[in-house]
């Protein structure tokens, strides 16, 4: 058995025969690592993480020259993913042969999407501060204050007050998170 020590200040024991490949896998590139965990585990890795990919090897290289688990850690493996709701991609091939893979929805990104917070456009908002009476006209994009034309509400906030503001907390239309 050779020790090694990783970064992390833990110490590994690996055997002899393992050695070599597995430091050889260190200075593979991603690809290169890909390519040899699909020549190990004999399928292709969705990951494209270096460290993950080494773990993954180093650990099968260990596993073949040591032996893996035991059948008792095997069958205790598999009560407990049982009992879990694992999150899993589906395969490649899952679908039937006549529905195309490429199949995508399109979305139109050239719309900038409306803040979800906001009145239709049209709306009044309207805030009291001392004497003077603030009213805002929501437009399809912008506001108008004062017949001035405004990208956010914080800027008519920041207008109106001489500070910095969230606007949707000075008109009310957000309440402030507690952290």
Excluded at 46 to 73: H, M, P, T, Y
Excluded at 84 to 91: H, I, N
Excluded at 105 to 133: K, Y
Excluded at 158 to 179: D, I, P
Aim: with cysteine; aromatic share 8%; proline share 4%.
């Amino acid at each position: 058995m050779v020790t090694v020590i990783h970064s992390r200040r833990k110490e590994r024991t690996w055997p002899k025969r393992c050695l070599p490949q597995s430091k050889n896998c260190g200075v593979l590139n991603v690809s290169a690592l890909r390519n040899k965990y699909q020549e190990i585990f004999g399928e292709e890795s969705r990951s494209s993480n270096k460290q993950f990919l080494f773990r993954r090897i180093a650990w099968r290289l260990q596993a073949d020259a040591e032996g893996g688990l035991s059948e008792r850690a095997r069958h205790r493996a598999a009560h407990i993913a049982d009992d879990s709701d694992l999150r899993t991609r589906a395969p490649k091939d899952f679908l039937p042969a006549q529905v195309p893979v490429t199949v995508t929805s399109t979305v139109d990104r050239t719309q900038s999407r409306r803040d979800q917070r906001l009145p239709p456009p049209g709306t009044l908002l309207t805030r009291r501060i001392d004497d003077r009476q603030i009213v805002v006209k929501v437009l399809e994009k912008g506001f108008e204050f004062e017949t001035r034309h405004y990208g956010s509400l914080s800027a008519i906030a920041r207008e109106v007050t001489g500070t910095r503001w969230n606007g949707l907390l000075f008109f009310g239309l957000a309440e402030r998170g507690h952290a």
